[in-house]
Structures are given as C-alpha cells and as structure tokens.
C-alpha cells in the first residue's frame, strides 16, 4: 500500500508515456561511477570478445569502424531515477562482433578499462538492441561519458551501458558484475523497476 | 519524521525513524519516494549522514531550485509525517570500521553528507584509522554540520575547508586545486583510500589532480551528482 505524502503534488514534469514508473525526465546529463575516469587515447584501445572455450578476437578502433557504425536515437534510463529522451548516438552493432565470432552462450560479462564490469543476459545484447558507442550528440564521447566507447544497451538500465568498455566475455551461467555484486539487479529492466534484488 | 534540524537557508537534516530499515553503513544511501493523492510518485537517492548502524537514521537534503522532491523534503514535510523509504543501497562508497588505512575525504557542497557519516563513525568507534577532510564550499552560509565538525577535529581527525565565492574575515577565496591537494591531503606514500564526493565537475577535477600527484587510481572512491549539460 502506497504511502501518501501530506501536501505533495508533484512538478508533473513529463507525463510522457515513455517514461518508466519512478523515473523523471532529466534534460542534462548526470554522471555517476565509481572511482576515477580512464583516459584511453583510440590508438591504444583494443576491444575483445572471448568464447566460453576460451577463444579470443580482438579489435583496434580501425577495425571497429570498419564493421560499419549506425546512428541510434533512442531513450535513457538510469537506476538513480532520470531519464533522457530522444538522446543520439553512433556506434557499431553488438551483433556484428558476435557474428564475426560465430559463438553463442546465454550469459555474457562485459570488462573495461578502470575495471569496472557489469552482466547481462545474451538475449539483450543480441537483435539490434545493443552496440558499442562512441559518437554523443555529432560528437566524440568525453571520458566523463564513458569515451572514447561504451557500451549502449538503452532498454536497460543505464549501468548495464558500461562505460570504457574494452571486452566481453561470454558464460554459460550468470555471474553478478560490479554493481550487481553490490546489491544491484541481475538485469535491469526499467518498465519492470528491476533496481536492486 | 521523528525530527528536522536546519542546517542552512537551503538544506535541512531529516531524522527518520525506520524500524523495518536493514543495517545501514557510512556512506550508503536510501531511495525516498513521494507519493501524490492521486498516485503519481516521484523518487530520488539520498546519501545517510547518520553513523554506520545508528538509529534514527539521518538524510541532509539541499533544496534544488527546480527540484522536485528535494523542495518538498526541505520546506514541506514535516514531523510525524510518514516517509516511503527504501535502502540502505550501495556497497562500494563506503567506509567500514575494520578499514586501518589512512582514509582522505574531500568534499563539494551537499557532497559531504556520506563523508560526514564517516567521520561520525569512525568517531563513535574510536577507529584510530587517521582521517583528513578536505572540505570546497561557497560561502561560510552553506556550511553544513559547522559545531560538531569543530568539535570533532582531533587527533585523528583533521579538517580544512576552503571557500570558492566569499571567506570568512581573513580567509582566502578559492576553489580546491593542485595546491590544496599537495599540501592538505593525505601523501600518496600514506596510501590512503581516498573518497571524494561532490558535483561531476568537482570531483572530476579532484580525481584527475589526485592521479596527477601519484595516487593510485584503485584507491580512490567517487561519488557525483547533478546533470553536466
């Protein structure tokens, strides 16, 4: 049973449909992490997917781009409860790195630069639903973002969009991330309000 | 809302009785929800500045101009109230009392609310971890926890505060820089664990003058709030 809070009424600030129950409409964009933020030039970066038989495929920035970048438009949330509308993006297709691979498990560990990781089930980064970014509003993503990539996974969130992201591992059984190992959701969902367990 | 203390024009503490709520630590968090007549909800994350496992449980909310929870929390609720909470949350912005290590809090603005549950533990403990808070204000006005800061400061507590718009009487003006850091803080050869809690820019400026002067980048622990544009 709700609690009501005598006299509050609310700022109504968004009655915006696309808004997820406990979220409000933010026009900035907040920062939150967890320690300090990693300064990797693109020259140095290297991203890399490794099977659950312990295979390995690595990438430079050079190679990603040629996997074929897209633009993306679409909404963010995140757990401290903001959202961000119709917010613009490039990068390159989750799908296209697994595909190059060939492997499938059901569970995957993303990694990144500065340490930070987070889980996520193979169903939500498959299907077009996750990339690899590194382009903000027409411009390079700043380190404070998570620059110069992360990883974009808008349907969750946005914690499971881990920042600096330099691999991903795949598992045959979930394993809880950074976060999650805190006390944070397995998976995320924001309709669902899937914060903490 | 067993009680309300001011601590500024714009910010005042909330002492919230909460039975069911599990055992807290410094420098964790609790969700606050608001719930209208009509049941539309708004919620936002509060730091605890209240002692690890101190009961009531203490929150120290700034108002936000164009906030909309924080408002109501600082000029609307009242005591008796009830309060839809959730928490405590979080487990890595925080300070446990078997840490020894040396421990460097630096604070901007409402950023000092986690920090000072800190130090309010690490002073109900008696933990002989050595603590330094570095502690970047407006204005004398916008101090928060002034008289018990003061009468904390010790042996194992120290405490500099430094004023970026207007100082006291024969304090300078200025913001936190390369040279407070350098001389203020804790060394890196004291291998302190470091917590820095503030605005982004803040704390982006804190981190990366940290790293400039040696310390490790797995000791240091940040919090931020508030939109970059």
Redesign the interface.
């Known amino acids: 049973m709700a609690v009501f809070s005598p006299g509050f009424r609310g700022r109504r600030r968004s009655t915006n449909p696309a808004l997820p129950p406990g979220q409000y409409e933010e026009h900035g964009f907040p920062v939150l992490s967890a320690g300090i933020t990693p300064r990797i030039r693109e020259d140095d970066w290297r991203f890399s997917l490794t099977t659950t038989s312990g295979e390995s495929r690595e990438w430079s920035w050079a190679d990603m781009m040629a996997l074929g970048p897209e633009t993306i438009s679409t909404d963010i949330h995140c757990v401290t409860s903001w959202s961000k509308f119709g917010t613009s993006w490039r990068g390159v297709s989750v799908d296209k790195f697994l595909d190059s691979v060939g492997a499938d498990a059901p569970y995957v560990m993303a990694g990144c630069y500065g340490g930070y990781s987070t889980n996520l089930p193979m169903e939500d980064l498959r299907g077009g639903k996750a990339w690899v970014a590194f382009e903000f509003d027409g411009e390079p993503l700043r380190p404070e973002h998570g620059g110069p990539a992360r990883l974009l996974v808008p349907h969750l969130y946005f914690w499971k969009s881990a920042k600096w992201v330099n691999s991903l591992t795949l598992m045959e059984h979930d394993r809880a991330g950074f976060w999650e190992s805190l006390g944070y959701h397995m998976h995320g969902d924001p309709w669902l309000e899937e914060r903490y367990r | 809302m067993a009680a309300i203390r001011p601590e500024t024009p714009t910010a005042r503490t909330l002492v919230l009785d909460a039975p069911e709520l599990g055992s807290t630590v410094a420098g964790q968090h609790i ?1 606050i ?5 009509d ?7 509060y730091s605890l500045a209240s002692a690890t496992g101190a009961r009531p449980v203490e929150v120290t909310v700034e108002r936000f101009e164009d906030g ?1 929870v924080s408002p ?1 929390l600082v000029e ?3 005591i008796g ?4 909470i ?1 928490g405590p ?5 925080v300070w446990r009392r078997e840490q020894e290590e040396p421990v460097q809090l630096v604070a901007g603005g409402s950023g000092i609310v986690p920090l000072m549950g800190m130090i309010r533990t690490h002073a109900a403990v008696g933990s002989t971890a050595p603590f330094r808070l570095l502690y970047g204000v407006q204005d004398p006005d916008r101090r928060y926890y002034r008289d018990e800061l003061v009468r904390l400061v010790g042996p194992g507590l120290r405490v500099d505060v430094r004023y970026s718009r207007r100082a006291p009487d024969g304090l300078p003006v200025g913001r936190i820089g390369a040279a407070e850091l350098a001389t203020l803080a804790l060394s890196p050869e004291q291998q302190p664990t470091i917590y820095v809690c503030g605005p ?1 820019g803040f704390v ?1 400026a804190i ?2 003058g ?2 400039r002067l040696g310390h490790a ?2 000791r ?3 919090e ?6």
Not at chain 2, 33 to 37: G, M, N
């Open positions: 969700d929800r608001l719930t209208a007549e049941g539309y909800t708004a919620q936002r994350s909309e109501y609307d609720v009242g109230d009830p309060l839809e959730r949350i979080g487990g890595w912005f982004t982006e981190a990366d940290l790293l980048p797995e240091i622990r940040t931020r709030f508030g939109p970059t544009g």
